[in-house]
């Protein structure tokens, strides 16, 4: 498409309360958000990576340099988004980047075709499953408190933070308040090999499977992990791409994968994982990065493959925030499925009267 408008947009939204995990806690949501105009259509692409690096090493400011320096240039109207995926690849990493961008266009071109993006993509639509996440909390009590609050609705699995000291006991007294929940659990790297036995002690708790327990960076330990483990471990932080997901697949470092396509690079590198991950019979889930409801509606219309087959960390809105930037927001049916927004492109509509008032900051382009 030519682009008659380029901005760059930094929100920040505050958070019902603030979310933890074993490396930081958030109280605020700060995004960078993408706006693409074209002939007077709209596209949105809303980057995960945070102002910090404790998720990532990406963060709003690496990928407004990116952006601006590198991707920006390479956009030229007429090119498919496999071209310009292909003219990217010199660019090493920087997928979050990459996502905000090809999520942008393929926002706008899918509006302006008027359909939605899953269609758009050659993925029919359906219900989507539910899954929570909870953060780190005081706690058991609180852990307690939480997961009954969270259980007042139907999420198909719940998800806990863990970190050394806040583990075994804390699964424990979920588990036995909770014998049938599906649960698992996400330690965000906190986790040494040296722990292996101490990790062992999950196994008593048919845990759906154990997310990201060593390095943000590491594959191989995982493998050795895995070995000693009856339950399945799970890769986040260290899948980038689909060269990342095939490595954990050859070295046995996982039985599922967490696909966050605005971390891996976009929706397109997501299908190609989620592609290779159904040939060798690996699950795949989409993960969050606690988005407001632009990046949300990407994750759902990516569970639009039927490759993601585990629920997801997609929960309702009014967990996060008490308004958000688009409509509608996530809300589960009574079975605990999310009805895929009607809309075309992401399928919400992005209310821009609440992005001007969230507005820390905003960079006109073009
Ligand atoms: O590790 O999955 C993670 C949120 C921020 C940073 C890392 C993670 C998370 C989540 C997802 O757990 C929460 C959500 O999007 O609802
Ligand atoms: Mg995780």
């Not at 930094?10 to 605020?28: D, E, I, M, N, Y």
């Not at 407004?64 to 988004?81: D, N």
């Not at 219900?127 to 139907?154: K, Y």
């Amino acid at each position: 498409p030519v682009l008659d408008r380029i901005d760059l947009i930094t929100v920040r939204l505050p958070f019902v309360k603030p979310f933890a995990t074993s490396v930081h806690t958030w109280a605020v949501k700060e995004a960078l958000l993408l706006r693409l105009e074209s002939d007077g259509v709209v596209g949105w692409g809303e980057c995960v990576a945070d102002p910090d690096p404790f998720y990532a090493s990406e963060t709003t400011q690496t990928v407004r340099h990116i952006f601006k320096e590198f991707l920006l240039p390479l956009l030229t109207p007429g090119q498919t988004i496999g071209e310009l995926l292909k003219r990217w690849s010199p660019v090493r990493g920087h997928g979050m980047a990459k996502a905000m961008v090809e999520n942008a266009l393929l926002d706008l071109i899918a509006r302006q075709q008027n359909r939605p993006l899953h269609d758009l993509l050659g993925l029919p639509a359906r219900r989507i499953q539910s899954g929570i996440s909870l953060g780190i909390q005081d706690s058991i009590p609180a852990l307690l408190d939480a997961v009954a609050d969270a259980m007042s609705r139907p999420y198909h699995r719940v998800k806990l933070k863990i970190m050394q000291g806040k583990d075994i006991e804390w699964v424990r007294a979920i588990r036995e308040a909770y014998p049938k929940l599906m649960l698992m659990a996400d330690a965000n790297g906190d986790y040494r090999l040296e722990h292996a036995a101490h990790l062992r002690d999950l196994d008593a708790f048919n845990l759906t499977m154990i997310e990201q327990p060593l390095s943000y960076s590491d594959i191989v330990q995982h493998a050795a992990l895995q070995q000693e483990l009856a339950t399945p471990l799970c890769l986040d932080e260290s899948i980038h791409d689909l060269d990342d997901a095939r490595s954990a697949l050859a070295l046995k470092a996982a039985r599922v994968i967490n696909i966050k396509q605005g971390r891996v690079g976009g929706m397109i590198e997501s299908l190609r994982i989620a592609a290779l991950c159904q040939q060798a019979g690996i699950g795949v889930w989409s993960g969050g990065m606690d988005e407001t409801g632009i990046g949300r509606a990407f994750n759902l219309q990516l569970q639009t493959s039927p490759g993601f087959t585990l629920p997801g960390d997609t929960s309702e809105t009014s967990r996060y925030f008490k308004e958000d930037i688009v409509e509608p927001g996530v809300v589960l049916a009574d079975d605990g499925f999310i009805a895929l927004p009607a809309g075309t492109g992401i399928g919400v509509t992005v209310l821009e009267e609440r992005v001007a008032r969230f507005t820390l900051y905003r960079e006109s382009l073009r």
